[in-house]
C-alpha cells in the first residue's frame, strides 16, 4: 500500500521557520493530490494545505495563508510545508496525506485522503 513518511518537525521560537517534508513511496505519486493537516492537543484535526497533481494549484486555510507554502517534486515523490512566521498557535502534530480523487480547491475534508502518514510534532514556543 501507499506509505508516507513526514520528518522535520521540532522545536522552534515564535517568529522562526520550519520546513517538513513527506516521502511517498508504493504509489503512483504524480496522480495524487497531497494535503497537510494538523492536530493541536483537544482539537480537532485541521485543514492546512494542499496541492494538486501538477503543483501549479494550491489552496490555504485562511490561518496559514501568507506565511506556510506547500510544494512537491513529482520527481523525488515528495510534498512539502515550509512554514515562516511561525506562531505559538502554530503549535500541533502535523501529517502529511494522499487523495486519489480529483479535489476541487475549497474541498478540505479529511474524509477525501485515503492514505495518512504517521504525523511530526511542531512546537512553538513564545
Known amino acids: 500500500q501507499v506509505q508516507l513518511v513526514e520528518s522535520g518537525g521540532g522545536l522552534v521560537q515564535a517568529g522562526g521557520s520550519l520546513r517538513l517534508s513527506c516521502a511517498v513511496s508504493r504509489g503512483t505519486f504524480s496522480t495524487y493530490t497531497m494535503g497537510w493537516f494538523r492536530q493541536a492537543p483537544g482539537k480537532e484535526r485541521e485543514f492546512v494545505a494542499h496541492?494538486?497533481?501538477?503543483?501549479?494549484?494550491?489552496y490555504y486555510a485562511n490561518s496559514v495563508k501568507d506565511r506556510f507554502t506547500i510544494s512537491r517534486d513529482n520527481a523525488k515523490n515528495m510534498v512539502y510545508l515550509q512554514m515562516s512566521s511561525l506562531k505559538p498557535e502554530d503549535t500541533a502534530v502535523y501529517s502529511c496525506?494522499?487523495?486519489?480523487?480529483?479535489?476541487?480547491?475549497?474541498?478540505?475534508?479529511?474524509?477525501?485522503?485515503?492514505?495518512w502518514g504517521q504525523g511530526t510534532q511542531v512546537t512553538v514556543s513564545s
Open positions: 496525506a494522499a487523495s486519489t480523487s480529483d479535489i476541487i480547491y475549497t474541498d478540505t475534508r479529511p474524509s477525501r485522503y485515503a492514505y
Open positions: 496541492i494538486r497533481r501538477s503543483g501549479t494549484s494550491t
